[in-house]
């Protein structure tokens, strides 16, 4: 009964692929986010969607590109892969109809790396 | 750039002890939370504070906010080894869902 979660866990791949993440809520949020850890531990928003729109772009590469099939999932794809993106990707979610409406709720993370 | 800035970076004590880490920030806020990451997991939100409140407790949390100095304190009291992790406090940005993290403070708690 895993309430946010991701796949895969790992992901290791070469420089220029393309790879996706998936995440998953099943408690019922209306926005969902992901966010990029890296190896000194700072996190930083990348986009977020309410309601499968997004809301929240930060100056993040084009080669990232967010998709919501519904408010549940909320995915991320990256096209051509460099080794700057070796980092953990987190997804989140929070409820926007009822409080606390910012408490935010993560998953597991996902761990790339690109080789 | 970075909205909070968490001192000390790194924190370890003993079993029983209590431990404080400090947050600062640069804007004016609606609000902070203080969240806990475990080593190779996600983050847990612990504790939120409005900007209204100056006190807020949580079992062994104990979170103040003073808006003056644009800043905030989490103590864990009574420490136990579990609560080895990283501490972030984050906040929010206007009117949106946004939230800004801080550095982060390692605290490691010996047995």
């Known amino acids: 009964d895993t309430a946010v979660s991701q796949t895969p866990k790992y992901l290791v791949t070469q420089m220029g692929n393309d790879k996706s993440i998936k995440c998953e809520q099943n408690?019922?949020?209306?926005?969902m986010y992901w966010y990029k850890q890296d190896s000194k531990k700072f996190l930083k928003i990348m986009f977020s969607?309410?309601?499968?729109?997004?809301?929240i772009n930060e100056t993040v590469p084009n080669r990232f590109s967010p998709k919501s099939p519904d408010k549940a999932h909320l995915n991320l794809h990256i096209n051509s892969l460099e080794l700057g993106d070796s980092a953990v990707y987190f997804c989140a979610s929070s409820p926007s109809d009822r409080e606390p409406r910012e408490t935010q709720y993560f998953g597991p993370g996902t761990r790339l790396l690109v080789l | 750039s970075q909205q909070g800035e968490e001192d000390p970076q790194a924190l370890s004590i003993q079993e029983g002890e209590n431990a404080t880490m400090n947050c600062s920030y640069k804007?004016?806020?609606?609000?902070l939370q203080w969240y806990r990451q475990n080593s190779g997991r996600g983050l847990v939100h612990l504790i939120l504070i409005r900007s209204n409140e100056r006190e807020k407790h949580s079992g062994r949390l104990r979170v103040t906010l003073d808006t003056s100095k644009k800043s905030s304190s989490l103590l864990i009291t009574a420490s136990r080894a579990a609560d080895t992790a990283s501490y972030f406090c984050?906040?929010?940005?206007?009117?949106?869902?946004?939230?800004?993290f801080g550095t982060g403070t390692r605290l490691q708690v010996f047995p």
């Open positions: 408690l019922g949020h209306d926005t």
């Open positions: 804007t004016s806020i609606n609000n």
């Open positions: 984050a906040t929010d940005v206007g009117n949106t869902d946004k939230l800004i």
């Open positions: 969607y309410n309601n499968k729109e997004l809301i």
